[in-house]
C-alpha cells in the first residue's frame, strides 16, 4: 500500500514562504541554524517549527554539533520529491482510472 502521508510531507514543505526561503539558503551548502535565523529575521522557536518540518519530509537533513544543528538538503530526499511530481504529474496513458505503471 502507498504511503500518501509520506508524500504529503513532502508537499507540506514546499507550501511555506519562510521553508522555500531556508531551502533557498540551503542550496549554497549546509547552514548552522544560526546562520538560518540571522539571514531570515525570524525567532528560534519559528526556525524550530520550519526545520521539523523539513526535516520529517526527507529533503533536509540535521546533524547536531554543540548547541547548534547544521542543515542541509539531502540527495536522497529532493531525487525523492523530484520523482514523486513526476509520477503524480504524469498523465494517465491507460485511460479510465488506470494505475498502472506502464
Known amino acids: ?16 514562504v519562510n521553508r522555500l526561503q531556508i531551502l533557498e539558503q540551503l542550496r549554497s ?19 524550530s517549527y520550519h526545520m521539523k518540518i523539513l ?12 548547541k547548534w544543528t547544521h542543515y542541509g538538503i539531502s540527495d536522497e530526499g529532493s531525487q525523492y520529491a523530484k ?7 504524469q498523465k494517465n496513458i491507460c485511460g479510465t482510472e488506470c494505475t498502472c505503471q506502464k
Open 83 to 89: 520523482e514523486l511530481l513526476q509520477i503524480l504529474t
Open 1 to 16: 500500500m502507498h504511503d500518501y502521508a509520506a508524500d504529503a510531507k513532502v508537499f507540506k514543505a514546499f507550501c511555506d
Open 29 to 47: 551548502g549546509e547552514k548552522c541554524s544560526c546562520v538560518l535565523l540571522e539571514k531570515l529575521h525570524i525567532s528560534q522557536s519559528t526556525l
Open 55 to 66: 526535516c520529517d519530509s526527507g529533503i533536509v537533513v540535521g546533524r547536531a554539533e554543540g
